[in-house]
Each structure stands twice: as structure tokens, then as C-alpha cells.
């Protein structure tokens, strides 16, 4: 066999592998059959870590369970979405960003600092693969946080909505999820692992609050209203609330969730550029 | 003396028929004001096993940094298996195991069994599980958590990973750093073992003793130059001159001259100092011949404090006024001899 150790120098016969044409079919198959194995081993890595996921779902959850408490049963926010709609699509924007930040930003950094990151630097895996995986892995986070917070607003936050309705609801804050798994990558790209945390935090509560998820946009005063605008989950609760009342969906919200993506993602391709350069990384 | 210029124990081809493995052509690159590469020349032929030996701050990681492309050098040119790093390292044909640093540069969370296949996957003709199981001696690793392996172990996966692709050359930056006495002398027979097989393995280090004992070649970097290259032997040799002091009556300097292993000798009245490869055979000589000599002293150049002569230790003066003398008395081959 092979694997005797007194076998003969088999250097590469693998090398002729060079030497044959490669169908674009192959080259395909070899592009990406790292990044299917990476993205199962990283989805794998994250589903498993359950004390990770407890936090990470357990926390907005009980954020929007004691904000069911109060006593807003009959208000309205922009005079046609009931307050009981609005916090819970704030509440799946707010368990989204916190997901996304945690899986990005806290994991990503502490991983970066290991080594590990740089090990896989040194393997055929392209750096374009390692970055979308991670954006991947974060979604598949943010998926049941989502669920979940829709879960308890079916059963204690008095929401009734039809089954095609919360399927449309859950797919739409998934997909406008995404800037935040590209900001939570990017901010795990930048940020030193005892940074991380504070930086993730600070963040999670920053983009929150002036997104509006704990007080309506419209409440708050103009020049807030402003900054509120320029803010992800601004747009994503508000399409989703569009959706919800059977409103157009005003393109400007996907555009600007679009741009943060794109802005991240160049970020991130910067940042990698950079530490070539000096050569860490 | 033939015997400090032998070629590589286990050669199997004239040299000069070996392809080159890796090449630097005149490489130099800075850190900020900080010179890390000064215009590095080297050359490895395919299936060396080289230790590049040298002090903090030579510049060792920052050569297996640009071997693997993980930093491009601002000027010269670098050539691993005949293309740019990022190819090579893309193609799957080199394997490294990096400094990890504060970490254990493993994945966290994961079975090593489960690291192992993810690395296998990522290389379109990875070596077969059993086979780096053995070479890398981690069958009894397998069933853990990365996050629960000791120092030792740690590495040993590491080493697995790096060789994880079946590559042709292996790239190690300080493997055993980390390690005991006992797990280093085991790491060092892997690495010994996966050479033999023809393919090539590059490390850096700071013990001169594992550069002696593994390589074929050593390269000592400083300053980000080559200031030594040539076999271990060879270099052990040329630092390992000891002085002998001794008083005899009536100094003879041309018998003094012919002793075994003499490379030097100074007369001054009836004192005697003598340079020696071998002190132990000069001494044996001096008994031999019966030379009536007293009130001996020998001193010198333990291994470590001629490697500090060797490299300069870092002074004004780079080493290269230094080294050439004793290096090229004891035969260590230039690069341009091979």
C-alpha cells in the first residue's frame, strides 16, 4: 500500500495533473469543491457550538419577551402598522444583527488570532472562498434567530398573519440580513479579538437604536430621523413592514442595503490587500 | 577533512541534475525602515532538506512568508516549482506549517480527524488519510478536540496539515519552538523522514543542533542575508574551533602546525595558542607525540557563541566582514561552489 513507510519516493505522480487539459467543467469542480467543503465545516463547526447559539439566539429572544410587557397593546406606529407588528420585525432586525455580528465579528476575530486563518491562507483554499464561507456560515445563524423571534410573536406577541405571509416575511428579513453577515465579517477582519467584544457590542446597540428597532423612526426627532435613514436595519424593518401591508417595496431600500454590501465587501478586499502588503495576515 | 565537504547523505542524483525546488533572485524586502530581506540570493535543489538557521529577527519567517506568498517582497524575484508562490500554494504543491503565535493555529470546536478531512478536501490530490496518519504519528489524536491537545500533540497536527495535500515541498517556521525534549527529537525524525522521500523540506530555527541534526544544508540568515551556507557538519565544524593554551619549554611551530586538527597556531615565548576543529584529536596528538606541555586551557566557541560570532550578533557590523574567514577555512561550499 501506500501508506507503508518504506514505500519508494512517489513524489507527484499527481503531477501530471498539470499536464492534462482541464475541461471547464473540471476547473469548476475545482474551484469549488473547497468552498462546499469549507462551508460544510464551518456550518457544521457553528450548529454545533451550542453554547454560542444559545447566547446568540437565547438574547435577542428574551430581549423581545420583556418588551412584550409593555403596555402598548393598542398603539400604532406610522399610523397604519399596530406597535405588536413592529417590535417583532424590529426585534427579528435586532436578532439578526446581533447573530451576524457574534458569528462575524467576535468568532471571526478570535479565529484570525489562532493562526488558523493563516494556516488556511497556505492551502488551495482562495481567500474570495474563506470570506464568502463566513458570510454564509453567519446566515445560517441568523436563519433561526429569525424563526424564532416570529415563533414567540405567533404565541405571545399576538401576531396572526397567514402561512405564505410569514414564509415571505422570514425569506425577506433573511435575504436583507446579509449586510450585517458582511459587516460582522469585516468587523472580524479589523478588530483584534479583546476588541471585539466591546466593538460588537457598542454596534449591535448603536445600529439598533438609531435603526429604530426600540423606537419607531418616526418618533424621534429630525435630525435623528436623519441618521436613522442612512442606517441597514432602517431599511430592512421597513421593508418588511411594506411587505406586510401589501405596499410596494420602494427600491431605495434594497439599493442602500445593496451599497452596504458592496461597501463592506470592497472593505474587506482592502483589509486583505493591506496585510498582504505587510505581510501578516 | 574530506569529510566536511561530503555531499548530502542521501543524494540520489549528481546535484547538478536535480531540479531547482525554490529560488530567490535578489529578493529584498522592508519593514517600514526595518530591512528584512537585503538582497537575498538562494537557491534549494528539489529533495534538500534545509534548515535556515539564524537569530531573532534574520528575517527567517519573512522568507517563508514570501515562499508562500503571504507577502510579496517590493523588490526581486521568487520562484517556488517553477512559478509564483500563489501558484504553487494554489496548485496545492507546497504545505506549511506557519508560527502560530498566541494560538494553536487549529480550528477550535472540531474533532482532529475533522480538521484533517477539511484540509484533505481543499487539495485536488490530498495524501491518502492512513498515510499522514503515519507520518505524521496522530493516529492516537484523531477522536480529540484540537482545543484539548498538549503543545506537542498540537504540533504534530500541524504537521499533519502541512502535509495534509501530499505536497513537494514542506515550508516550517520554528515547528518545534514549542515542544520538550522529547517530542522535539520525534518531530525531528518526521521531518527527516519526509525528506528522504525526495521531496523538499525547508525549516527555520534558532537551535543550531536540530539545523545539524536533520538538514542536509544550512543556510545562516542574517540581517536578512546569507552569511553561511553548507552542510551541517561543516558549519558545526567552523564554529566548533576551540583555542587551546599551553606552556612548553621549547615551542616547535612547525610541529605544532602538524598536529591533528590545527588550523592555527601562535607562538609567544613559551606560551602556545592553538586553534583547533578537534580539540579532542589535537590533545591526543600533543600526548601522542609526547610533547611535555602544561597549565592547558581550552577555551572557546561553544556552539551557541560561535553561532553569535557567526551571525554578528547583531552589531554595527553586519556579519559578512566577519563570517567569510572561518567559514571558508573549514570548507563550508559557497553557494556558488555547488
Known amino acids: 500500500m501506500m501508506d507503508s513507510p518504506g514505500a519508494p519516493p512517489t513524489l507527484s505522480n499527481h503531477r501530471s495533473i498539470h499536464g492534462e487539459a482541464d475541461t471547464p467543467h473540471d476547473r469548476w469542480r475545482t474551484r469549488l469543491t473547497p468552498l462546499l467543503a469549507f462551508c460544510q465545516f464551518e456550518v457544521g463547526r457553528l450548529l454545533r457550538s451550542w453554547k454560542f447559539l444559545a447566547i446568540t439566539i437565547g438574547f435577542p429572544v428574551i430581549f423581545y419577551i420583556l418588551f412584550l410587557g409593555d403596555h402598548t397593546a393598542g398603539k400604532v406606529v406610522d399610523g397604519t402598522v399596530p406597535w405588536r407588528v413592529y417590535l417583532m420585525v424590529s426585534m427579528c432586525s435586532f436578532g439578526a444583527l446581533v447573530a451576524a455580528l457574534n458569528a462575524g465579528g467576535t468568532r471571526l476575530s478570535m479565529e484570525r488570532a489562532s493562526g488558523w486563518a493563516r494556516q488556511l491562507r497556505v492551502t488551495p483554499l482562495p481567500a474570495w472562498s474563506y470570506v464568502a464561507t463566513k458570510v454564509i456560515a453567519s446566515m445560517f445563524v441568523v436563519l433561526p434567530v429569525i424563526i424564532l423571534v416570529e415563533a414567540v410573536g405567533a404565541g405571545f406577541g399576538d401576531v396572526r398573519l397567514g402561512a405564505t405571509t410569514w414564509a415571505g416575511l422570514t425569506l425577506l428579513l433573511w435575504a436583507t440580513s446579509l449586510p450585517f453577515a458582511v459587516l460582522g465579517v469585516f468587523i472580524g477582519f479589523l478588530v483584534a479579538p479583546e476588541a471585539a467584544f466591546p466593538v460588537v457590542t457598542g454596534l449591535m446597540f448603536i445600529l439598533g437604536y438609531f435603526g429604530g428597532l426600540f423606537n419607531p423612526v418616526s418618533e424621534m426627532p429630525g435630525s435623528l430621523q436623519f441618521i436613522a435613514h442612512l442606517m441597514p436595519n432602517y431599511h430592512q424593518v421597513a421593508l418588511a413592514l411594506a411587505s406586510l401591508d401589501n405596499q410596494t417595496l420602494t427600491p431605495s431600500h434594497w439599493l442602500i442595503l445593496a451599497g452596504y454590501v458592496a461597501v463592506l465587501a470592497l472593505a474587506i478586499a482592502w483589509k486583505h490587500r493591506a496585510e498582504e502588503a505587510r505581510g501578516v495576515a | ?338
Not at chain 2, 36 to 43: G, I, Q, T
Not at chain 2, 194 to 210: D, K, M, Q, S, Y
Request: aromatic letters at 4%; one cysteine or more; hydrophobic letters at 40%.
Open chain 2, 1 to 338: 577533512m574530506s569529510s566536511l565537504v561530503a555531499a548530502p547523505p542521501d543524494a540520489t542524483a549528481p546535484e547538478s541534475a536535480r531540479p531547482i525546488a525554490l529560488s530567490f533572485q535578489d529578493v529584498t524586502h522592508r519593514y517600514g525602515s526595518r530591512i528584512a530581506l537585503d538582497r537575498l540570493d538562494l537557491e534549494v535543489l528539489q529533495g534538500e532538506v534545509l534548515a535556515l538557521l539564524g537569530p531573532n529577527g534574520a528575517g527567517k519567517s519573512t522568507t517563508i512568508s514570501a515562499l508562500l506568498g503571504l507577502l510579496r517582497p517590493q523588490e526581486g524575484r521568487i520562484e517556488v516549482v517553477g512559478s509564483d508562490p500563489r501558484q504553487a500554494v494554489a496548485d496545492g504543491r507546497v504545505g506549511a506549517m506557519l508560527q502560530s503565535g498566541s494560538g494553536i493555529g487549529l480550528p477550535p470546536g472540531v474533532r482532529v480527524d475533522e480538521a484533517l478531512s477539511l484540509v484533505r478536501r481543499l487539495y485536488r490530490r490530498p495524501a491518502p488519510l492512513a498515510q499522514i496518519v503515519e507520518r505524521a504519528d496522530v493516529g492516537s489524536l484523531l477522536r480529540q478536540r484540537t482545543d484539548r491537545l498538549s503543545g506537542g500533540q498540537a504540533q504534530r497536527v500541524r504537521f499533519a496539515i502541512a502535509i495534509a495535500g501530499d505536497p513537494e515541498i514542506v515550508f516550517l517556521d520554528e515547528p518545534t519552538s514549542a515542544m520538550d525534549v522529547e517530542s522535539r527529537q520525534g518531530f525531528w525524525r518526521m521531518m527527516r523522514n519526509f525528506g528522504n522521500e525526495g521531496r523538499t523540506v525547508l525549516f527555520a530555527t534558532h537551535h543550531l543542533a536540530e539545523a545539524d541534526e536533520i538538514s542536509d544544508r544550512v543556510v545562516v540568515l542574517n540581517h536578512g542575508r546569507v552569511v553561511a551556507d553548507g552542510p551541517g557538519a561543516t558549519l558545526k565544524a567552523a564554529v566548533a574551533t576551540r583555542r587551546l593554551r599551553f606552556v612548553i619549554d621549547q615551542p616547535d611551530r612547525p610541529e605544532l602546525s602538524d598536529l591533528d586538527g590545527v588550523t592555527e597556531v601562535s607562538v609567544c615565548g613559551t606560551g602556545v595558542s592553538i586553534d583547533s576543529l578537534d580539540a579532542d584529536a589535537t590533545i591526543r596528538d600533543l600526548v601522542g607525540r609526547g610533547v611535555q606541555f602544561r597549565d592547558l586551557e581550552i577555551t572557546g566557541a561553544g556552539l551557541e557563541q560561535a553561532f553569535v560570532a557567526l551571525t554578528g550578533s547583531g552589531g554595527a557590523d553586519p556579519a559578512r566582514t566577519v563570517t567569510p574567514t572561518p567559514i571558508a577555512s573549514a570548507g563550508v561550499v559557497a553557494r556558488d561552489g555547488r
